[in-house]
């Protein structure tokens, strides 16, 4: 058998952690590596595949899309962009799109909006105020969004013009805005930094102090959108509407795709003020309108709640048998168990050997962002093998 980790070892710049696994083949909720082991996949890659692993109707979208028109530019109208363009606008608060290729990029096209709405209609303002542990990309621009000085240290200067707050605090927002403020950025839940929840009232505040200093709220649904949190978009969840807001993992179900939407009033941009050679191609939109499609027809948001609910309600049973769990958190499909201390390495390695893939979020939490295709006995057998390793873990005295 080949050794792909050596081959990596070689040819590859070493900028990830892998884990020790070489993947070779999915369908529906399962993986198998390259020696025939079968995975249950609760990892989705990072909340991506949310109709599981080549679904039907996202291969057969992408195949015939690929034998009919690959890539054109931005140069002509085609037509998968404009389809998707459409649905997603209608079945969003938002009124515009544009398309790209990644989450980074979409908030990196997010943010040049806000940079242009505040020239022309704020007197100038340019500065975006954003929350320490969010999480907006790997760009220079995304990463000064970033409020976590872990991912930005290697990379110094920042391009600045970004302030970074607290999250959940509103007079945190509050104090920092000035007249030189553009926007203000933020996950619906932070999910890199930790799977943190806002208080309910939390973004409804937010939203009345933009519109009392007219500075557009930008929220970054790039792992919250498509689902993941229970509606289709995030900000449903707070009874709120953003005035940018930027998709990517979960839109293409895995086909690399990103977007950015605005409201009329602040989709300022004019011929020449930005572009792409590929966003928006054509088989990326057939892929992304085909996702979304399948999602709105086969009412795929009211099952993926439903099994929430069940993942949510097992995950909350451990907490009260497991004296070292000491939180669930979370919303819809992308929950977090927080430990008591850094086992999560552990937890994810024999999971893995039972056959579960799970996420490590932090040296002391695992994450679960499952296809949102996932049924009930996917829940049943993933939790069995979580109930398993946990059982395990002997327990420390006095914790
Ligand atoms: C993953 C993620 C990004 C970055 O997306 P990439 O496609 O990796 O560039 C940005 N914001 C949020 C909230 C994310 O979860």
Redo the contacts with the bound molecule.
Sequence with gaps: MTDWQEIEKEYYMPAFTRIPVTLVRGEGMKVWDDAGKEYLDFVAG??VNVLGHCHPALTAAICEQAGTLLHTSCLYYTTPQLMLAELLVRNSALDKVFFCN??????EGALKLARQYGKHKLAGANEIITTFN?????TLM?LAATGQPKFQEPYKPMPGGFINVEYNNIEAIKKATSKKTCAIML?PIQ??GGVNMAAADYFKQVRSWCDEKSVLLIL?????GMGRIGPLFGYELYGIEPDIM?L??GLGGGF?I?AFMAKDAASVFEAGDHGSTFGGNPLACAAGYAVLKYILDNDVLTQAREVAYHLAYKLEQMKTQFDFVTEVRGSGLLIAMQFNRDIAAHVLNACMSEGLLVNKLKPNAIRFVPPLIVSKSDVDVATNILYKVLSNIKTEKGQ
């Design positions: 990072i909340a990644s989450g980074a990029e979409a908030n969010s999480f907006h990309g790997r995304t996950e999910g890199e970054d649904e790039i792992q919250t930027t990517a993992k690399p990103g």
